[in-house]
């Protein structure tokens, strides 16, 4: 019973759910239908966005188009060499929907007053950073070709560039080949800061041909610096080593006027041009010079210290040497040596240098002061009055020598003596040497005993050529006779 009463129930529940669901279906229909009545048709439209930001709808694309076009027209005439694009990206979307609504006039004016227009240029970049823009690659390339050919000829370019475009092979034979002398070969030509050419966007007003990216790159850029006064400096002759006038220095430098006085190690603001970039040159060159002879020094205890002979005289060879040069906006910054080859090799000088060291104190005991020859007058009573020394006549040779070892005290003409040497012998004996026809030793000199000192005469009171020698002892006159 139980169970019977259980399925009337479910058979009436799936009935009464067939009936709900016919009944929305049923809904959904009619209103299908009324809808289609009122608008059976579906119209297009157009989402505008700039930038991914949204502007609005217009119904038509072309809407869009004709403002792009006219911004763009408007500067064609004035910028015809360029390739002028839009500086915004614009976003078309389009979409079906009933009864459609758009605001293309809105649309329109918001285009006018966000959209650009930018050139497609080419910016040469140095260092990172972008200092001029081009309407081509080749502009831009032309422009840093003139900047070299402010410092090397066209032919040097041209030869560097097409050694550059070779073959391996090609380049090996190239750095093999021969530098005549007297010639200079430029081989490689750079810059001395990476530079690269890279596309960029930009306002028209921007770009640059080729000759005015040659005066930028000529000019540089401003630098503030520093000028540390040194003894002599002056305001004018500061400001011409920086291409100031005086009235722009001291405009850079406010604390100062025409009457200050300059302080040793005062800093003084200076603005300077830098390059960007300088135009880095590299040469070779080969030159015939002047191999100078080198001077040997051979010491020798057969002559006196500061006496010296030429054993063999130098002479200057012949050498080519090849360099490498480089230099940096016509300046040269380094040079060296690759290699050197002599034409005629130098002959080195080679010169004796005395070691012999004299000494400056005599021995008491003395040698005869000539060559030879007889005592004709001694000392003593002679014609009414005394003979202070012995005169000896008629040597084999006229050299006069130093009796022992000591310092020349003077030299020089004295009265009735004539040409007179006197020698300290630095242990209380001093001699003396007259009548001489010339003297070959000077003040201060250290003499050996033997050392030639001058040669025989007849100067002063004198009956004759012969030498009058004396010999003092403490003060005193003493024999010279007695230290033979």
């Not at 050694?163 to 190239?174: E, N, V, W």
């Not at 603005?271 to 020798?300: D, M, N, R, W």
């Not at 004539?418 to 201060?444: E, F, P, Q, W």
Request: aromatic content about 6%; charged content about 35%.
């Amino acid at each position: 019973m139980g169970n019977h009463r259980e399925s009337r129930r479910k058979t009436t529940l799936r009935f009464y759910i067939k009936v709900f669901m016919v009944v929305c279906l049923g809904f959904v229909l009619s209103m299908t239908t009324v809808h289609a009545s009122s608008d059976d048709k579906l119209e297009e439209i157009y989402h505008v966005y700039v930038e991914n930001k949204y502007i609005g709808k217009v119904d038509d694309k072309s809407v869009v188009q004709q403002v792009a076009t006219k911004k763009l027209d408007k500067l064609k005439d004035k910028y015809e060499d360029l390739d002028l694009i839009l500086g915004e990206s614009i976003d078309i979307v389009p979409e079906k929907v009933f009864n459609p609504s758009y605001a293309n006039d809105d649309v329109r004016d918001e285009l006018k007053d966000i959209l650009t227009v930018e050139a497609q240029s080419y910016a040469i970049v140095i260092d990172d950073e972008e200092i001029g823009y081009f309407a081509t690659e080749e502009s831009a390339e032309d422009a840093l070709k003139k900047y070299k050919l402010e410092y090397v000829k066209k032919s040097d370019l041209k030869s560097v560039e097409d050694k550059r475009s070779h073959k391996s092979d090609d380049k090996k034979k190239d750095e093999q080949t021969e530098i005549a002398v007297g010639d200079k070969v430029v081989q490689d030509i750079t810059f001395s800061e990476d530079v690269s050419i890279v596309e960029k966007k930009i306002e028209p007003k921007e770009v640059i041909d080729a000759k005015q990216g040659l005066k930028l790159l000529s000019k540089g850029t401003l630098e503030d610096k520093k000028h540390t006064v040194v003894e002599g400096d002056v305001f004018e002759e500061i400001a011409d080593e920086y291409d100031l006038t005086t009235e722009e220095l001291l405009e850079l430098n406010s604390d100062l006027n025409a009457d200050s006085i300059l302080q040793i190690d005062q800093e003084l603001n200076v603005t300077v041009l830098e390059p960007y970039t300088e135009v880095v040159v590299e040469v070779e060159e080969v030159k015939e010079k002047t191999a100078k002879f080198e001077t040997e020094i051979i010491e020798s205890d057969d002559l006196y210290k500061g006496e010296e002979e030429v054993k063999q005289s130098g002479k200057d060879g012949k050498k080519e040497v090849h360099y490498k040069i480089e230099k940096k906006n016509g300046e040269e910054t380094k040079r060296e040596v690759l290699n050197e080859k002599f034409i005629e090799e130098p002959i080195d000088e080679v010169i004796i240098k005395g070691t012999k060291v004299i000494p400056s104190r005599g021995s008491g005991n003395l040698s005869w002061p000539v060559d030879g020859g007889y005592i004709s007058s001694k000392m003593g009573e002679r014609w009414g009055r005394m003979h202070k020394g012995i005169d000896i006549a008629r040597p084999n040779t006229r050299t006069i020598t130093a009796a022992d070892h000591g310092v020349v005290e003077s030299v020089g003409y004295q009265g009735g003596y004539g040409n007179k040497i006197v020698i300290d012998h630095n242990n209380g004996m001093k001699t003396i040497y007259a009548h001489l026809a010339s003297m070959d030793v000077r003040v201060g000199q250290t003499v050996e005993k033997g050392m030639k000192i001058g040669v025989m005469g007849t100067t002063g009171n004198s009956t004759g050529i012969h030498l009058h020698f004396e010999v003092h002892q403490d003060g005193s006159l003493e024999n010279p006779l007695d230290y033979f």
